[in-house]
């Protein structure tokens, strides 16, 4: 069964790879995938990413499996258990939800006025998809509900990746494998749970304006442009160390 760990690590590597690309592509950084379109890290994304990678990785696996050990007519008879569907739903949903609330709080004149956003002039950072991101404590308070769901999913994406080895490693033969690895509902129910606390914790708009840059000013000077007179970034850019010049002798 080596060759369907092979094919599993590869699977996952080229996935990677290409989320990898499109972020640089987009926006210049290395896990640019991840972030919204406050010029953000997101946290929905990066839950989606994440189980986009694991499961549509084995399912590449099972596939090359097939083709090198099972007839023609075998390589895609396996199955999906339903909580595994209902598990990427509920990733699909909460990221679906959380650009919903984004958007409306982005398009309100009163809210964008509160929502940090950044740019290159204020950078993002990857500790954004722990922190508060509306009002006075913008990128300066952990949010609870963003942490504990943040765990949740990394606990089940670690806790999933082990019992998929282990099955794989028990069979015989490419034919035992009827099915990718499957879920307790309880999981399930525990992670949608989850996803229903982070989302709801984005409904309710923060007092205060944040300090550096907000979606209203993000929206006004461009996701390129230098910050508006007077504004101090909350993330102030790396500077760059002038290069050292031998001296001649």
Known sequence: MASIYVAWAVSAV?????A????????GHFFGILIDSRGRYSLAQLQLVLWSIVVL?????????RLQLAPAK??????????????????LGSAAAATVVKAQKNGSPTDANVVAASSPADPPRFAQVFLVEEGT????????????NFWI???????????????????????????LPDLSGTLVTLLGLSHVTYIAG???SQSGQPPGLTYAMLAYVGPKANLP??????????ATLPRQVAPQR
Not at 20 to 27: C, M, P, Q, R, Y
């Open 153 to 179: 999913t990394l606990i089940f994406a670690a806790a999933y990746v082990a019992t998929a080895i282990q099955q794989i490693g028990a069979v015989k033969g490419i034919g035992d494998l009827a099915s």
């Open 74 to 91: 075998d390589v895609l008879n396996f199955g999906i258990p339903n909580n595994v569907l209902i598990l990427l739903g509920i990733s």
């Open 229 to 238: 007179e007077g504004v101090t970034p909350r993330n102030p850019p790396k």
């Open 20 to 27: 990898i690309w499109i972020g640089v592509a987009a926006n």
């Open 57 to 65: 990785s084995l399912l590449g696996a099972y596939i090359v499996g």
């Open 202 to 204: 984005k409904v309710p």
């Open 137 to 148: 404590m913008a990128d300066r308070a952990v949010d609870v509900t963003k942490y504990q």
């Open 14 to 18: 080229v996935l990677l790879g290409l």
